[in-house]
């Protein structure tokens, strides 16, 4: 096979007809048979035939980068920086980073500044959680008597979805003298998202591909996420008669997640049908061309704590060490979109990918918040409460070997319980 680019693509040789090519010649030169004699010994455990395969990769690391630049023009191959400037020809950017933002009690014997990220010239006072995530402070607070719990402003050190529990932030970086202690008494009030990734780059431009169409819902959707923050969103349509599923006839239902009211509502003002209702407790104000204001409604997600529950059992028969490690990675990567639903097979195998070693069993799941713990009813999988609901995880509801988490590392397993001894026997 030629290296070519031809109407089929790009196409190289394999590597078993490079070291052809070397051993017997190629294109009216010679190959090493030619010149050293066809008795010539070229196995891999001689040193002519380990030769012959340092050229032979040698030569196929060249034409794999000629594949890859050759790909990297194509947007649905392409990958980081490259497939970046792909997306750039149709006006689509890469979602950067966001920081998640918290409050932190700052105790104090006296008076202090800190100093913070307002101040180019010093250090911004910095804390920290278990975890080893940074906090730094956002603006320098001048506190001229001591304060017992003074609730400051912090931010990520890194960008990304940095996870912050309530009560774990507790140590100080920036050790000044007059601060006693540190602590965040609240769940964050940002939770920060990563960069997008090359995958949900590529999906959006595909989607935004859709955004000449005019008045249908692919168009809509495709309007919506290319505003700016706009994470997530779901677009659903009745065209009856009559109201079907909450929606009311001949209307649309936008479920938004984040960016500005008044960009999304221009960006379903711009693509909707005349006459099209929409559904929705969320307004944002147009002001049309003749002076008019006209109203564009949708909705917000809404969260629906789900409950977890299941045992393990390690390789060796015993019980995890650290139960609040495993639901802090569970809360951290176990993320619900708008109307999924919820099942165990997910759960068990995410439970496994983190901690290799355990087997996951009795796993069920359970939307049930209005009853106690022991009153709950739990299933194989369940689904959101409505079309706007969205599962969320939170630690204190993962029962892992009859155990509930809670927002502080300590917990008491069920077989080292003095009660449940004394109940047994």
Known sequence: MPNTINN????????????????????????????????????????????????????????????????SFDPDLA????????????????????????????TTDRAVTLHGLDNADDTPFTVSDGEGNRYVLKNTAVLSDPVDAEELDFR?????????????????????????????????????????????????????????AVGTVDGILSSILDVKDVTEAIVYENTSNIEEGGIP??????????GKKEDIAQAIYMKRNAGCGMKGETKGIIK??????????????????????????????????????LRNQLVEKLRYSIHQNADITTIAKLAREIVPDVVICDAEVSADNDRPINEKAFHAY???ESRSHRFVVGKNRIIIDGVVGSDDSGEIDPEDDPDNENENG
């Open 8 to 71: 089929n693509g790009i196409q190289t040789k394999p590597l078993d007809e490079i070291i052809e090519s070397i051993v017997e010649g190629a294109d009216g030169k010679p190959g090493l048979k030619a010149i050293y004699g066809p008795d010539i010994n070229i196995d891999s455990d001689t040193p002519d035939g380990q030769l012959v395969n340092i050229f032979a990769l040698a030569v196929k690391d060249v034409l794999d980068l000629a594949v890859q630049t050759y790909n």
């Open 382 to 384: 369940v689904e959101p």
């Open 156 to 212: 990520a050190e890194e960008a990304g979805a940095v996870i912050c529990l309530a009560d774990t932030i507790t140590k100080q970086i920036t050790i000044t003298p007059g601060v006693t202690a540190v602590n965040n008494p609240n769940p964050p009030k940002i939770t920060g998202v990563n960069e997008e990734s090359d995958y949900s780059l590529r999906s959006r431009r595909s989607r935004a591909l859709s955004l000449p």
């Open 79 to 106: 990958i980081g920086r490259s497939l970046d400037m792909r997306c750039a020809i149709n006006g689509i950017e890469r979602q950067g980073a966001s920081y998640t933002e918290t409050t932190v009690a700052i």
């Open 288 to 325: 049309q061309e003749n002076g008019i204001e006209f109203n564009v409604c949708f909705d917000r997600p809404i969260e629906q704590p789900l409950w977890i529950r299941f045992n393990t059992i390690t390789i060796d028969g015993g019980r995890i060490a650290s139960k609040d490690y």
């Open 249 to 258: 006839a001949h209307s649309i239902w936008c479920i938004v997640e984040g």
